[in-house]
């Protein structure tokens, strides 16, 4: 459609212009791309072998879902305007580095759910 401006498209207002250049549709794949990552997250909590495993699955979901709610309310303007980036799709390149590190924690988790003994 071409109504944002280009200055919109490299920084944390990246959720506009997905739902502007796909539409609803593509504004609702998004958000449900996040609530399947935050499942799998917790699916993978309850399949840990200890405590620590579990907890550590359930807060980095709480800290990914946290961050896609709390810029998806920003660019809808339910939210006051902050610095925090959409999870793995805005260009913030420390941001989305520490987000593939939690999920590799959550693979790991993943991993080692059974003894090999």
Not at 27 to 52: E, Q, W
Request: with cysteine; aromatic share 10%.
């Amino acid at each position: 459609m071409g109504y944002l401006p280009q200055s919109v498209a490299a920084n944390d207002f990246i959720f506009a212009v997905v739902a502007e250049e796909i539409g609803f549709t593509g504004g609702l794949l998004v958000i449900g791309l996040y609530a399947l990552l935050a499942c799998n997250c917790i699916r993978i909590a309850s399949l840990a072998r200890d405590r620590f495993g579990m907890l550590l699955c359930v807060g980095v979901s709480v800290i990914i879902v946290v961050h896609a709610l709390v810029n998806i309310g920003m660019t809808l303007g339910l939210m006051p305007i902050t610095g925090v980036p959409l999870p793995f799709l805005s260009s913030g390149g420390s941001f989305v580095l520490s987000c593939c590190f939690l999920l590799g924690l959550v693979q790991s988790v993943y991993r080692f759910r059974r003894d090999f003994s």
